[in-house]
């Protein structure tokens, strides 16, 4: 059976799906998948250099905000 987001078990009932992954240089690039909907990651364009932060409401699991944070420039 699939599971959402691509993980190896469902979650329990009142919880969310989410995977994160990190990337791999500029090889591979990181992407956040909640409730198996990709909500960053470098095909929608929304990704960047440093931590790639998905603000997201914890009891409706609507997405709130996205942003890229460069810490190594600064």
Known sequence: PRHKC?????????????K??????????????????????SVKNNIGRGLNIALVNGTSGQLLKTNAFDMYSG
């Open 20 to 41: 994160i992954i990190s990337g791999a240089a500029n090889v591979v690039g990181p992407s956040i998948c909640f409730e198996d909907l990709v909500l960053m990651s």
């Open 6 to 18: 691509g993980n190896q078990k469902s979650c329990a009932q009142n919880y969310f799906a989410f």
